[in-house]
T-cell receptor, first 113, second 113 residues
């Protein structure tokens, strides 16, 4: 069966520090991968999605970047965090080639102080 | 970009009451999905809809894929306290190389016993 791992679960970082959140998927190959952000009490905002290694589409201009160095690994990064980067970050994956649901990781709660 | 308008934003109901929420968009989607999110967790899929006009049930939940492919609704019958949470609709559209999933802002449901 397929599983998705996301870490860390919580993170407190000072303003101006770098960020690296990692997401890996097991049990499937060539998944579509997504990073979403959920501000407190708000909906899910799509940040990045990737259909393959090295292929990243950005939905919203921002202080963040994403990379896909391996087929089942998706990384969300920032060189210098802003207070507004605080939120709940969710990684998700979908199968390629068919209409299908997205499966989510447990999320990372990032607090920038 | 694509957007989903989900309503209502929040609902306060009595245990046993029925609930209805919906999503609309100016864009056409291949798939409509409904998720529930508990606090501090990633969303979990409730119902997936793959065809225009499709009506699908999952226990006390019923969802429909609108004929125009631009809307969907979710009904919860005879609500219980554990129904509390945030419900998200999501639309999936075919993009180059894969599918992109966009979420509504969520409906926050409160159930009073």
């Amino acid at each position: 069966s397929q599983t998705i791992h996301q870490w860390p679960a919580t993170l407190v970082q000072p303003v101006g520090s770098p960020l690296s959140l990692e997401c890996t998927v097991e049990g499937t190959s060539n998944p579509n991968l997504y990073w979403y952000r959920q501000a407190a009490g708000r909906g899910l905002q799509l940040l990045f999605y990737s259909v393959g290694i090295g292929q990243i589409s950005s939905e919203v201009p921002q202080n963040l970047s994403a990379s896909r160095p391996q087929d089942r690994q998706f990384i969300l990064s920032s060189k210098k965090l802003l207070l507004s980067d605080s939120g709940f970050y969710l990684c998700a994956w979908t199968r390629v080639g068919a209409d299908t649901e997205a499966f989510f990781g447990q999320g990372t709660r990032l607090t920038v102080v | 970009g694509q957007q989903l308008n989900q309503s209502p934003q929040s609902m306060f109901i009595q245990e046993g009451e029925d609930v209805s929420m919906n999503c609309t968009s100016s864009s056409i989607f291949n798939t409509w999905l409904w998720y529930k999110q508990d606090p501090g967790e990633g969303p979990v899929l409730l119902i997936a809809l793959y065809k225009a006009g499709e009506l699908t049930s999952n226990g006390r939940l019923t969802a429909q894929f609108g004929i125009t492919r631009k809307d969907s609704f979710l009904n919860i019958s005879a609500s219980i306290p554990s129904d509390v949470g945030i419900y998200f609709c999501a639309g999936q559209s075919r993009e180059a190389g894969g599918f992109k999933t966009i979420f509504g802002a969520g409906t926050r449901l409160f159930v009073k016993a």
